[in-house]
């Protein structure tokens, strides 16, 4: 079995974490593979042996099992930035706050190991949302599992967005943004913004606006299996588009629309964390000192 292991940054606390992982590692006979920056931060820690392969690049994650993401929530969608349609099932340790998405405790570094290796997990297909555009955006990785956001530039004044849904006007919203979230992503940027929470399997997109100038525009539910499509006015020369975390700034007169990614993600749970449970734990859902 091969398990790679991707992170961001190295704290005090993830380099105990990363001991744990290779002695677990080496207690199941699991080659690991370590993203190669990450990798560059740990290896003068402690030993860790000869050999260790390293990644860079998703084309390095050859015969791969799984994917450890060793962090949060961001770090666990930059985590599938590399899995993308490799079909590698992706489990979160959280070493970062809330941890909703990356939802194993750093305390069970030790029985998770041992439910991927006996196979005693659950894995939850989650849909990511896709971006088409006139103009190339985000190099190619087009794709996220949270969001897609539309946003005016900085502290400029608020844009209109002329929004189609199948090529059918929907609505204009005169906004400071607009978000198209995932069933995932509803939980995230989405319902900081007044939208619904939606069930991980319910197969619809959100769509959110962000400080909507008319007090009657609320958020709205659609089937996944829509085209969304956007078209932008506002008084500067462009407008941001986001995914999740990642970021660019678009043209004015680009046009860009969304809909489902072809392929899912898989996100490895352990048997006794469901969605509901997570929703009670994490975001304090339904907490009522009455109950």
Request: net charge negative.
């Amino acid at each position: 079995m091969r398990i790679a292991v991707y992170s961001r940054d190295l704290e005090s606390d993830q380099l105990e974490g990363m001991k744990m992982l290779l002695q677990e590692f080496k207690l199941y006979n699991i080659e690991p593979v370590i993203y190669q920056d990450f990798f560059n931060l740990f290896y003068s820690a402690f030993p860790i042996g000869d050999n260790i392969a390293t990644f860079n690049k998703p084309e390095d994650l050859k015969n791969v099992d799984y994917m450890i993401s060793l962090g949060g929530d961001g770090t666990l969608l930059d985590t599938v930035t590399y899995v993308a349609g490799r079909d590698i099932p992706v489990i979160g340790i959280n070493y970062g706050r809330l941890g909703f998405l990356a939802n194993i405790g750093r305390e069970e570094i030790s029985s998770a190991i041992k439910s991927l290796h006996q196979r005693t997990f659950i894995l939850d297909k989650r849909t990511l949302v896709h971006l088409d555009a006139n103009i190339p955006l985000f190099g190619g990785v087009a794709f996220g599992l949270n969001e897609f956001a539309i946003h005016k530039k900085d502290a400029s004044p608020m844009i209109k967005i002329h929004t189609y849904l199948n090529g059918e006007f929907l609505n204009t919203y005169w906004a400071d943004g607009l978000i198209v979230a995932t069933p995932t992503g509803s939980t995230g940027y989405s319902l900081s913004c007044n939208g619904p929470v939606l069930f991980p399997d319910s197969k619809s997109f959100v769509i959110t606006p962000v400080s909507p100038h008319n007090l009657n525009v609320r958020p709205i539910v659609v089937p996944d299996t829509s085209v969304i499509s956007f078209e932008v006015e506002g008084r500067t020369d462009g407008f941001q588009c986001t995914l999740d975390s990642r970021r660019e700034i678009a043209p004015l007169e680009t046009l860009v629309a969304v809909r489902k990614e072809a392929f899912c993600i898989s996100l490895v749970r352990l048997n006794e964390n469901n969605f509901l449970q997570t929703l009670r734990n994490k975001l304090s859902w339904g907490l009522d000192k009455r109950n």
